[in-house]
Nanobody, 114 residues
Framework: VQLQAYGGGLVQPGGLWRLSCAAS????????MAWYRQAPGKLRALVAE????????NYADSVKGRFTISRDIAKNTVYPQMNSLKPEDTAVYYC????????WGAGTQVTVSS
């Protein structure tokens, strides 16, 4: 399984942004998909996750109410919609999936700065 992450970039504080993670397989074969992030000097941490079949979601406290994770079954893609971005959201964002194994996509940089 390969995960392709798209959409990193520079966004102003208070702005919104959306990343994409496309899986090379039917996402129903993956029990769970998620986004993690790693800021400089910090450990990689969970941002948001979604159960692919039922659609249940879970969020880190730091992004609750601002980020929304969703899936497009037809496109085998998972999106985090990120609103009200803060400078502390600056990080490399990684797509993650659990199925027969554990899979990581390459990171994509999101920088929140004026």
């Amino acid at each position: 399984v390969q995960l392709q992450a798209y959409g990193g970039g520079l966004v102003q504080p208070g702005g919104l942004w959306r990343l994409s993670c496309a899986a090379s397989t039917n996402i129903f074969s993956l029990r769970r998909m998620a986004w993690y992030r790693q800021a400089p000097g910090k450990l990689r941490a969970l941002v948001a996750e979604i159960v692919t079949y039922g659609g249940n979601t879970n969020y880190a406290d730091s992004v609750k109410g601002r980020f929304t994770i969703s899936r497009d079954i037809a496109k085998n893609t998972v999106y985090p919609q990120m609103n009200s971005l803060k400078p502390e959201d600056t990080a490399v964002y990684y797509c993650y999936a659990v199925g027969a194994g554990i899979y990581w996509g390459a990171g994509t940089q999101v920088t929140v700065s004026s």
